[in-house]
């Protein structure tokens, strides 16, 4: 069995990933052709994003059939294929599965909104139109969260795109239907589930109206972490999870509280494995909005991790530790340096994170510290989030090119832009047109580069996944902050009875300064790992220099 605690995922977005067939878009064959590389770097789940039959509204996530591979990605012989390919390099795999909304393409929709008598009416979230908006609840993308569907007069609520109608988590026969199909991939061979958007599975049943007063005024209050969602997610746990052996599960979290998700992992509770919070990545948000920018707030991220390190290692509960997603800008482009420094910028940013208590994730590209897209027109944008977000923009009175900045910062299409695998045309990605433009610093960023290079990031990463299972204090240790009130820097300890692991960051591009008790404490032991070679020299960081110590008690 194992032991999830001591793993590492890799992400895979399969669109974005290898293209095997020269159409532009990666596929399943790419995949596998693929595997070689995820398995030399050491992690033990692979994650798909979603790979269903779609019409790519959302680049998947708007489903319209549970029970089969979309076209475009192979077919469920490939599927299989890869799963046997994948076990065969002692890799697990875990789908995706988006439960909260389908596609208005779905046949549970289509068969909805025929009628108010239809027998999938109850299926998804209807309200009869009275001459207004059931709710004044905004959608996750902008506007209205409620589609008026002329055919019987009725609003259906989208909390996303109006192509995503919310499923109705208060019927029993639709709750069924879910856990039926979840059993069917479990009975292919998958491993594992991540669970999108899970905890917005119910929602208050008088659906209030929200005051608007401040951006998170959205009505998100009365529907995340909801009345029944424990409820929901004990039962999903007996009718799949709990029916198979070694499954691992982790929920995507949207808005959420410390308070909550003890709940959602209190082993206990039988609910699920981990979950993915999203509050350390909202600190570079200006006013709490993702469309206006400013620089991480240093202080609010330690406070972040500090509450949530010890909040969760004290229940026993456990944390999916992330930077990079396919819904996040790349992380050296937001937090680190994307010139001078970004092996020493990507290497410290991976070490903060990957020394914490939890299950770290990395994004494809991650491993090689791929940037941001920079893309200079709206016309190379795919998401539809970030085109409704530039239509806001420019209705608030943004210039167009101050919304393209903001953008360039925040679009999910940062992460979506193809990996880059070599020096060939597009990167090695496909031998066609990319479905989306390759990222505008691609060139020189790839894995066979960083494979020959002296400051390779793939193999700082691959250090960094075996030192956890090696070191069982890096599951263990209790967390304390060092350095709370540096703005340079994130120093912090490890703990256990026997030992104690001292990871020092900085974060700038400035020289830093390290207390010196910290640093003859730290120096006491043995260097695990750096990415500089003398690490901190005459107590003095270098820019952006990270290492980690242990020493014995």
């Not at 669109?15 to 030399?40: C, E, M, V, W």
């Not at 506007?143 to 995503?164: C, I, M, N």
């Not at 001078?340 to 410290?348: F, H």
């Amino acid at each position: 069995m194992t032991d999830y605690k001591k793993m590492s995922v890799y992400q895979i977005y399969p669109k974005s990933f290898q293209d095997s067939n020269g159409d532009g878009t990666g596929d399943i064959n790419g995949i596998i052709s693929r595997l070689p590389y995820i398995a030399d770097l050491g992690v033990e789940y692979i994650w798909l994003t979603p790979m269903y039959v779609s019409p790519g509204n959302d680049n998947g996530y708007d489903i319209a059939d549970y029970y089969n591979i979309d076209p475009v990605y192979g077919t469920m012989d490939d599927f299989q294929n890869l799963l046997m390919e994948a076990h065969k390099r002692n890799l697990k795999v875990m789908m995706d599965i988006v439960v909260n909304h389908t596609s208005t393409e779905h046949m549970w929709f289509k068969e909805s909104s025929k009628s108010e008598d239809n027998p999938y009416r109850d299926f998804y979230i209807w309200k009869k139109n009275t001459g207004k908006l059931p709710n004044n609840w905004v959608s996750k993308f902008g506007g209205p969260a409620w589609k008026l569907d002329e055919r019987t007069d009725s609003y259906y609520l989208h909390l996303f795109d109006v192509t995503q109608a919310d499923l109705n988590w208060e019927y029993e026969p639709m709750r069924q239907e879910i856990y039926k199909m979840m059993r069917y991939w479990m009975d292919l061979g998958i491993d594992g589930f991540r669970l999108d958007v899970i905890n917005l599975l119910s929602k208050e049943q008088n659906f209030p109206d929200d005051t608007l007063d401040t951006f998170t005024d959205d009505g998100r209050k009365y529907y995340t972490d909801g009345p029944k969602i424990h409820e929901y997610l004990r039962e999903m746990n007996r009718e799949v999870f709990s029916r198979y052996d070694n499954v691992i599960t982790v929920g995507e979290m949207s808005s959420t509280t410390l308070e909550a998700c003890i709940e959602y992992t209190k082993p206990e509770n039988k609910e699920l494995s981990m979950i993915f919070s999203f509050h350390h990545l909202k600190t570079d948000y200006k006013n709490k909005d993702k469309w206006e920018l400013q620089k991480s707030d240093i202080k609010e991220l330690k406070e972040y991790f500090t509450k949530w390190q010890n909040g969760m290692e004290k229940e026993n509960e456990w944390l999916a530790l992330f930077w990079c997603n396919h819904d996040q800008p790349r992380i050296v482009s937001r937090m680190g340096n994307e010139n001078v420094y970004r092996y020493e910028s990507a290497a410290m940013l991976a070490t903060l994170i990957h020394m914490m208590q939890g299950t770290p994730y990395i994004y494809q590209g991650e491993e090689i510290g791929m940037l941001n897209a920079h893309f200079d027109n709206i016309a190379d944008y795919e998401d539809v989030e970030s085109l409704n977000a530039y239509e806001n923009m420019l209705n608030a009175g943004k210039t167009a090119e101050e919304a393209l900045e903001v953008l360039r910062e925040r679009s999910r299409d940062n992460a979506r832009t193809p990996v880059q695998w070599d020096n060939t045309e597009n990167s090695g990605f496909t031998t066609g047109k990319p479905w989306i433009k390759m990222g505008k610093m691609a060139d020189g960023i790839n894995v066979e580069e960083d494979l020959k290079s002296e400051k390779s990031v793939f193999s700082y990463y691959k250090k960094l996944i075996k030192l956890r299972k090696e070191y069982d204090i890096i599951r263990d240790g209790n967390f304390t902050i060092l350095d709370e009130d540096s703005e340079d820097t994130f120093i912090y300890k490890r703990e256990t009875d026997g030992e104690i692991l001292y990871v020092i960051c900085n974060l700038t591009d400035k020289a830093a300064g390290i207390n010196r008790g910290i640093m003859n404490s730290a120096e006491s032991g043995e260097c695990l790992i750096a990415n500089m070679k003398i690490p901190c020299e005459n107590s003095m960081l270098k820019p952006y220099e990270t290492c980690v110590w242990l020493v014995k008690k």
